[in-house]
């Protein structure tokens, strides 16, 4: 029980959570065969939304991230729109270059405070707390004091938001709309020509994976209690890409496992965090050159569920 | 007649593919297009579908100029197409490509596929029973491996009955027998006839001369991107022309 | 004013047109965006930084020390982190393998200039006398005289030799199709690497430009130049010469303008911006042919 409760534990689980939510907003988009490098800009532009309407317009948290995760998405209709017309590229550049300009944008903001951030951004698990004071649990239940309940909670209601986006996937892939993206990831001229219309698709998928990387970023604000302009660079969209390489960008488990993997690591490897990103640009080098699908991919699946004895209906 | 090429030219730089083709394909048709290799036929092909658009000249079909139209429209009117090297789709299993080939013809949004409404149930379990259909037509039954793992001549089938989940009006055929050995092209002849026969209008690429002409009705010959001569089987294999295209004027 | 800014302009300009060169280059012949080539630019900086500073260098030297330097990280980079991806074709995101595997790449020497040079700004010397230089209405400085002449020259040395050398005609033989320009005789693997090298090499002096121009180097000033680079990239139209050389012309003095009209702090977003608009209104770039841009 205490080992699950160890606060460090809880805040690597957290994390773990909200990186594997951010590997599922790169997947979408690879999922049509596109690559955004802007996910961090999109991160950012939902925590420093939440951030702001909880701080300064008194926005309730549970109203103020899912409007956080709508307006990244606007936003990523207006570089989406012109960019993914064009070949794949284009939309790497363009999303490279959106999230320079929306790290420039928050370094210079008065609104954002600079290069000094958001601090006192209310907490999710202090909230929590509030509420569950009033419910009556203000000492807790059996040895298990407010505070980690909380944080425990808090977790649950994390897992059960990546759960939620692991069902939908799941779902996507076997409807109409993800045969459309495993097609256009495939061959979009082959795709265009059976009736996909290539264009909505792939702004679909774009517009997904910043609505989702805009609430992983308004989730994360309201449980560090602090946000600034260099949590989001361009380090944390390379770190944010890494997860979907490595654990694999052909099923949502991928980028899920490559999250768990990368949050982990670090932490357990503490000598090497000084060579973290030296590390993190061989594993893509790597990967590219000998396992491109990643880990997991559907052949892994299939091996498995052929060894395990289960077939398809 | 419900397609119409009018002088439909295409340039790629300086280099002239075609240059002012016009012929009419009229329902029920067979329409064969043949020419020694490289002569612009599978341009022909793009410039229809929509993948660019001609330089010059009118393309119409059942009264509408589909010059300009993005491919994914073009489809969704009716006319639905195969490639001459084959674009399955190979991260998706043979019957998933098929239902891939009905995308146009579907109504199911994001949303509704997420949430499997009973709509949308429906309609995969209409797409699904079509998509074997078509499977079985074909003569395919692996449907559940994944479309890369199937035999060469499988896949040229495959490739046809995703076409014609589309359920076009004008199905373009892009050299269906290449690589197929006798019996494979006996077959697919046979297919090409029962396709027709279900009320569907064929435009044909072919070298396989028994083929095009034991299935086609009217030939269109291409050469150099211009055309040669057009008409029944009985005329096209007595057109000089023709003759010498293929195989090089007489030496005297 | 006007016209100093436009001197301004177009010496930094200058600079983003040797970089873009770079990008074009490499686009022709391998057809992809060599994601690290800001860090190659970077390393050359620093490689003409300690040559000046610590080996005392005359500045050309150090210039081309530092063109060597950049080309064989290129040749490396191409070995490395391309050469391998070529032979393979799978499904999914293979196609943007390379574009992924240079990023790779880029964070990974971006690591290594931190841990060779540290992170903190370093000042890049004084190498010419403060002569001013007074044209009409224009002052120029001898700092800038020299930039303009080494990129210009560079550029010009390039158009004649891609336009009249045996082996400039192979690259862009290679560039229009790698296949045939095989099938005809050309070594296209040494003419992949001699392009990769030459890149590079024009990135490393233009790394050394740069830190003329603002008497500094860091080893971040690689991934905002690389976006800059890819900006001019897409302004000129991908794999474009000319564009690639107009087009960092362009972006300079808009970036200079932008400065001196207001949005000073907003500089680095000039370039995004003109990605964006470009995008929008014109996406083949200023010289791209317009069949280039769609589908995959």
């Given at each position: 029980m205490d080992i699950l409760l160890n606060p460090?534990?809880?805040?690597?689980?957290?994390?773990?959570?909200?990186?594997?939510?951010?590997?599922?907003?790169?997947y979408l988009t690879l999922a049509t065969g596109q690559l955004s490098l802007g996910n961090a800009g999109f991160m950012s532009i939902g925590a420093y939304?939440?951030?702001?309407?909880?701080?300064?317009?008194?926005?309730?948290?549970?109203?103020?991230?899912?409007?956080?995760?709508?307006?990244?998405?606007?936003?990523?209709?207006?570089?989406?729109?012109?960019?993914?017309?064009?070949?794949?590229?284009?939309?790497?550049?363009?999303?490279?270059?959106?999230?320079?300009?929306?790290?420039?944008?928050?370094?210079?903001?008065?609104?954002?405070?600079?290069?000094?951030?958001?601090?006192?951004?209310?907490?999710?698990?202090?909230?929590?707390?509030?509420?569950?004071?009033?419910?009556?649990?203000?000492?807790?239940?059996?040895?298990v004091t407010l505070q980690q309940l909380s944080s425990v909670l808090i977790l649950f209601f994390l897992i059960l938001i990546v759960a939620l986006l692991v069902f939908a996937c799941l779902r996507l892939s076997r409807c109409r709309a993800g045969r459309a993206f495993a097609a256009i990831k495939t061959d979009e001229t082959a795709a265009e020509a059976m009736g996909i219309n290539t264009t909505y698709y792939k702004?679909?998928?774009?517009?997904?994976?910043?609505?989702?990387?805009?609430?992983?970023?308004?989730?994360?604000?309201?449980?560090?209690?602090?946000?600034?302009?260099?949590?989001?660079?361009?380090?944390?969209?390379?770190?944010?890409?890494?997860?979907?390489?490595l654990g694999g960008s052909n099923l949502v488990w991928g980028p899920i496992?490559?999250?768990?993997?990368?949050?982990?690591?670090?932490?357990?490897?503490?000598?090497?965090?000084?060579?973290?990103?030296?590390?993190?640009?061989?594993?893509?080098?790597?990967?590219?050159?000998?396992?491109?699908?990643?880990?997991?991919?559907?052949?892994?699946?299939?091996?498995?569920?052929?060894?395990?004895?289960?077939?398809?209906? | 007649m419900i397609l119409t090429l009018d002088q439909v030219s295409k340039e790629f730089g300086g280099l002239k593919a075609l240059s002012d083709i016009s012929f009419t394909v009229n329902k029920g048709d067979v329409f064969g297009v043949i020419g020694p290799n490289g002569a612009g036929k599978t341009t022909l092909f793009n410039l229809i579908t929509g993948?660019?658009?001609?330089?010059?000249?009118?393309?119409?079909?059942?009264?509408?100029?589909?010059?300009?139209?993005?491919?994914?429209?073009?489809?969704?009117?009716?006319?639905?197409?195969?490639?001459?090297?084959?674009?399955?789709?190979?991260?998706?299993?043979?019957?998933?490509?098929?239902?891939?080939?009905?995308?146009?013809h579907m109504k199911a949004s994001i949303w509704q596929g997420i949430w499997r409404t009973p709509k949308q149930r429906r309609e995969e379990k209409a797409v699904t029973d079509r998509a074997k259909e078509l499977l079985a037509l074909v003569g395919i039954k692996a449907i559940f491996e994944l479309s890369g793992a199937l035999?060469?001549?499988?896949?040229?089938?495959?490739?046809?009955?995703?076409?014609?989940?589309?359920?076009?009006?004008?199905?373009?055929?892009?050299?269906?027998?290449?690589?197929?050995?006798?019996?494979?092209?006996?077959?697919?002849?046979?297919?090409?006839?029962?396709?027709?026969?279900?009320?569907?209008?064929?435009?044909?690429?072919?070298?396989?001369?028994?083929?095009?002409?034991?299935?086609?009705?009217?030939?269109?010959v291409i050469n150099f991107g211009s055309k040669i001569a057009e008409g029944n089987p009985e005329e096209i294999q007595t057109n000089s022309e023709v003759i010498e295209a293929y195989l090089g004027k007489e030496e005297d | 004013m006007f016209w100093q800014q436009l001197?301004?302009?177009?010496?930094?300009?200058?600079?983003?047109?040797?970089?873009?060169?770079?990008?074009?280059?490499i686009m022709g012949v391998l057809d992809i965006v060599n994601m690290a080539h800001g860090e190659v630019f970077m390393f050359g900086a620093f490689v003409g930084l300690i040559l000046v500073t610590n080996f005392h260098c005359n500045i050309f030297v150090a210039m081309l020390g530092a063109a060597i330097v950049s080309a064989l990280l290129g040749i490396l980079l191409e070995r490395v982190a391309l050469r391998p991806l070529r032979r393979k074709n799978g499904s999914g995101i293979s196609h943007l393998a390379p574009l992924i595997s240079t990023i790779g790449v880029s964070i990974f020497l971006e690591s290594l200039a931190l841990k060779l040079f540290g992170p903190q700004t370093q000042a890049f010397p004084q190498t010419?006398?403060?002569?001013?230089?007074?044209?009409?209405?224009?002052?120029?400085?001898?700092?800038?005289?020299?930039?303009?002449?080494?990129?210009?020259?560079?550029?010009?040395?390039?158009?004649?030799?891609?336009?009249?050398?045996?082996?400039?005609?192979?690259?862009?033989?290679?560039?229009?199709?790698?296949?045939?320009?095989?099938?005809?005789?050309?070594?296209t693997n040494l003419i992949i690497v001699l392009t990769v090298s030459l890149a590079s090499g024009l990135g490393g002096i233009a790394g050394v430009l740069v830190g003329l121009t603002f008497n500094a180097v860091e080893p971040t000033m690689g991934i905002s130049m690389g976006l800059k680079g890819l900006a001019v990239l897409i302004l000129g139209g991908m794999g474009n010469i000319t564009g690639a050389m107009f087009g960092g012309l362009v972006l300079g003095v808009a970036e200079v303008f932008s400065v001196a009209y207001g949005a000073s702090s907003y500089r680095d977003a000039v370039a995004f911006g003109m990605i964006i608009l470009i995008l929008f209104l014109r996406p083949q770039g200023l010289f791209g042919a317009k069949d280039q841009t769609g589908g995959r």
């Open positions: 460090y534990y809880l805040q690597i689980g957290t994390f773990i959570m909200l990186n594997a939510i951010l590997g599922v907003s790169i939304t939440s951030a702001l309407l909880t701080l300064k317009a008194g926005f309730s948290v549970l109203l103020a991230v899912p409007l956080a995760g709508f307006v990244a998405a606007a936003v990523s209709v207006v570089i989406g729109f012109p960019a993914l017309r064009l070949k794949g590229l284009y939309l790497a550049i363009a999303t490279l270059g959106f999230g320079e300009v929306v790290r420039v944008i928050f370094l210079n903001l008065k609104i954002t405070n600079g290069a000094l951030g958001l601090s006192g951004i209310p907490s999710m698990t202090i909230l929590l707390g509030k509420t569950l004071s009033s419910l009556g649990l203000g000492s807790g239940i059996g040895g702004l679909l998928a774009f517009l997904l994976g910043a609505f989702i990387a805009g609430v992983a970023g308004a989730l994360s604000a309201h449980l560090t209690f602090y946000i600034g302009p260099v949590d989001f660079d361009y380090h944390r969209t390379v770190e944010i890409l890494i997860f979907a390489v496992l490559g999250a768990f993997l990368l949050t982990l690591l670090p932490e357990i490897l503490r000598a090497a965090s000084d060579y973290r990103m030296m590390i993190y640009g061989a594993i893509l080098v790597l990967m590219m050159a000998f396992r491109p699908q990643g880990l997991i991919s559907e052949e892994t699946l299939r091996f498995w569920k052929g060894k395990l004895g289960r077939e398809e209906k | 993948i660019f658009p001609p330089t010059s000249g009118n393309i119409i079909f059942n009264g509408t100029e589909i010059i300009g139209l993005k491919p994914y429209k073009v489809t969704a009117l009716g006319i639905a197409r195969t490639f001459q090297n084959i674009r399955l789709f190979d991260n998706l299993t043979v019957l998933e490509n098929v239902m891939v080939g009905a995308h146009s035999a060469y001549g499988q896949q040229r089938r495959l490739e046809i009955a995703r076409a014609l989940a589309a359920d076009p009006e004008i199905l373009l055929l892009d050299e269906p027998a290449a690589g197929m050995n006798e019996s494979e092209t006996e077959d697919l002849m046979r297919l090409i006839t029962q396709i027709r026969d279900m009320g569907k209008t064929i435009i044909l690429i072919e070298h396989d001369m028994n083929l095009v002409m034991n299935t086609c009705n009217r030939l269109a | 001197v301004n302009g177009l010496t930094l300009g200058s600079t983003y047109s040797l970089v873009a060169l770079g990008y074009t280059l010419f006398s403060n002569t001013i230089y007074t044209i009409g209405p224009m002052k120029i400085s001898l700092v800038q005289v020299v930039i303009l002449a080494v990129a210009f020259g560079l550029m010009l040395v390039l158009r004649f030799w891609l336009a009249r050398t045996k082996i400039g005609k192979a690259l862009r033989a290679t560039a229009e199709s790698t296949e045939t320009a095989g099938i005809l005789g050309v070594n």
